[in-house]
Every structure is written in structure tokens, then in C-alpha cells.
């Protein structure tokens, strides 16, 4: 995909914006500027000569901005907000435009989850564990097909080493807490060499309570609807928490193991490498944000006669994806490069109700 464009720059004096009298310097008072092209490569390029949007968390930048879901973690990147529903579930949305229109990448290939369909499902993609999070805008992420019409967001984790690490092994280990809802973080992942071969692998944890918050858990609007809905027999203290939000604790826990193959010898070089990974994840979604709530279908009001107006709804989500990533680098031709990237996963998501 391709835009063409160009641009005429005009410069006006600073005190007016007339047009000089003489011809001649009005002449030199414009710029006609070359044509500018910006494409979506698929080629590596410095991100300082990238036209189209894209940015990129990383480093320290990335180890600040980190929180338990893709979507809080990139909450304050620009152009960015977020579906948060809790804890437990989290996504981004890029120019306003969320859902289906923006894809969510894991190393490249999609996250094999549920999450575009529903908000209140997690993206099952840990931030603690990212080397780096690509977010892509405009003409770029229609590499991606018609559903990142919104954007792009990619996270790196390099489960599947593609360098031979300095001193042949390199290590992290991260530890966080939460005072809100006393939440705990323990994350670590290490790179070992033996020769060319290189291995990897990472682990992490989480768990939190509910969310402690001041005062009642319903806003002002919610309280003065539900008084003059009930009148006098209203109670705010019967009807809603006070002091947290309940069913918005959370535990995760999940790793992964791989192992690479690093050849540089007769003018080629690259890596070829297979990786396995695994999540678990069990979260309560807040009251009144399940997308199946108090709105029964019409005509089946006496069957739930008596019932709650809303069930307490837990998601319990497991993954496992099995992922196999080579590269070659060389004179192959008409080509300098070549890449091959395939995953597997299999996914479940358990929807709990109630009891």
C-alpha cells in the first residue's frame, strides 16, 4: 500500500499576512518541496526513517509504563486509550477505533484469543516478558490485513533467541507490588548459550485482591437513578460495596521454553529456533461490565423470575502456543532475505457464572 504526497510551504512575515509588493520577493517566500512516498515495507528500516506512525516502548521506558495488561501498559503512549475491565482485562484502542479494527501481535503472528469479540476477554500476551511493544499507524499496519484498519500492536519477546548472547548468558528478573489491591509481580526470563545453540526461557506470576477504592463503588449519576427509581426504601449501603470493588481480583501465572540455532559461515547468517509457551489466567470481570447483564431476552423474563439481575462472572482462560521462527540472510538471488514464521494455538475460555 502506497500515498503519494506533496506539500507547498509557504513562509509570511511575522507581523502581517500580506504578500510582499515586489514579485521578486514574493517568489522567494515559497518552497516547492519534492514528492514524499510512504510505504509499508516489509523490509527492517531505522524507526528514524519511517514517514507512517510508529512507536516503539522499550528499555527503561518500557520497565516504567509496565502493568499487568497490553492495554495499561500502553495507556499513556499518545493517540492511545484503553478498555479496562478490571484488572483481568485490558485492550487497547488507537485513534478511537478499538474491537476488530485493531490487531494485537504476539512476535508477529496474532494472539489465537477470544479478546477481539468481547472486551472483558484478556489478551493472553504478558508485558512483563516483552523485549520491546511496536505500535503501528497508518499505511504500515495494512501489512496486517483489513482488520488492523485501526492499528497495529506487536509485542516482542524474544521467546525464540535470534543472537548468541555476550558471555554467553544474559538474565532479567523483575519484582512488583501494588498497594491498591496488594498486588504481587515476580517475572525473570534468561538466555544461555552452549556453543551456537542457544536456549531460553522465562516464567512469571501474578495475583491481586479487589480493587480498594473511597467510598461507594456506584458514581453520583448511578446513585441519584437508582434513589428515584426506589425512593425512600433506597439504601446505597445495601445495594452497593463500599471501601472495593469486588470480583476484581485476579491470578496469572504462565512460561515459556525455547531454543535457537545460530549459523553465520559461507556468506549467509541467521537463526532458525522453536519455542513453547503457556498461560493461565483466572480474573473476575467488576459488576454490571459482563457484556451478558441484567437485560434478559424478551420473553424469557418468568423463567428468571426470582434470579439476581446479574451473576458474578468469572473468566478462566489457558493457552498453550508452540512457535517456529527462522530467518537467512545472504545473496539469494534476487532477494537478500528470507523469513518464515508459523504458530499453533490452543486456546480456551471458560465463561463462570454464579456458583
Do not use: M
Request: net charge negative; hydrophobic share 35%.
Amino acid at each position: 500500500t502506497a500515498a503519494v504526497c506533496s506539500a507547498l510551504l509557504f513562509g509570511l512575515p511575522a507581523a502581517s499576512h500580506a504578500q510582499p509588493a515586489d514579485p521578486a520577493a514574493r517568489e522567494s517566500h515559497h518552497i516547492d518541496l519534492d514528492q514524499f512516498v510512504v510505504t509499508a515495507s516489509p523490509l527492517a528500516r531505522a524507526l528514524g526513517q519511517t514517514i507512517s506512525g510508529v512507536s516503539v516502548l522499550r528499555g527503561g521506558e518500557l520497565r516504567e509504563r509496565l502493568e499487568g495488561s497490553i492495554g495499561e501498559t500502553l495507556r499513556l503512549v499518545p493517540g492511545i486509550s484503553i478498555t479496562f475491565f478490571g484488572p483481568g482485562a485490558s485492550r487497547p484502542i488507537i485513534r478511537g477505533l478499538g474491537g476488530d479494527r485493531i490487531r494485537v501481535l504476539d512476535d508477529g503472528l496474532g494472539s489465537f484469543d477470544a479478546a477481539e469479540t468481547s472486551p472483558d476477554h484478556a489478551v493472553p500476551i504478558e508485558p512483563a516478558l516483552a523485549q520491546r511493544i511496536e505500535i503501528y499507524r497508518g499505511p504500515a499496519s495494512l501489512l496486517y490485513g483489513s482488520s488492523a484498519a485501526g492499528g497495529v500492536v506487536n509485542t516482542v519477546t524474544g521467546r525464540i533467541p535470534d543472537i548468541v548472547p555476550e558471555d554467553g548468558f544474559e538474565g532479567a528478573v523483575r519484582y512488583a507490588h501494588s498497594t491498591v489491591n496488594d498486588g504481587n509481580e515476580i517475572a525473570g526470563g534468561f538466555n544461555v548459550a552452549a556453543g551456537k545453540l542457544v536456549f531460553h526461557g522465562e516464567g512469571f506470576f501474578r495475583d491481586a485482591d479487589d480493587y480498594d477504592i473511597p467510598g461507594l463503588n456506584a458514581s453520583k449519576k448511578l446513585l441519584a437513578e437508582e434513589a428515584e427509581e426506589e425512593g425512600g426504601a433506597f439504601d446505597p449501603n445495601e445495594e452497593f460495596t463500599r471501601g472495593v470493588v469486588e470480583n476484581t481480583d485476579l491470578e496469572t501465572k504462565g512460561g515459556a521454553g525455547g531454543a535457537s540455532w545460530i549459523f553465520d559461515s559461507s556468506g549467509y547468517d541467521g537463526f532458525v529456533g522453536f519455542s513453547v509457551s503457556g498461560l493461565d489466567s483466572n480474573y473476575g470481570v467488576p459488576a454490571g461490565a459482563h457484556g451478558h447483564g441484567h437485560e434478559e431476552e424478551e420473553g424469557h423474563e418468568d423463567e428468571h423470575e426470582g434470579e439476581e439481575e446479574e451473576e458474578i462472572v468469572r473468566i478462566d482462560l489457558k493457552q498453550v502456543r508452540y512457535d517456529f521462527k527462522s530467518e537467512l540472510n545472504g545473496d539469494l538471488g534476487i532477494f537478500q532475505q528470507a523469513k518464515v514464521r508459523l504458530g499453533i494455538g490452543d486456546y480456551r475460555h471458560f465463561e463462570l457464572e454464579g456458583d
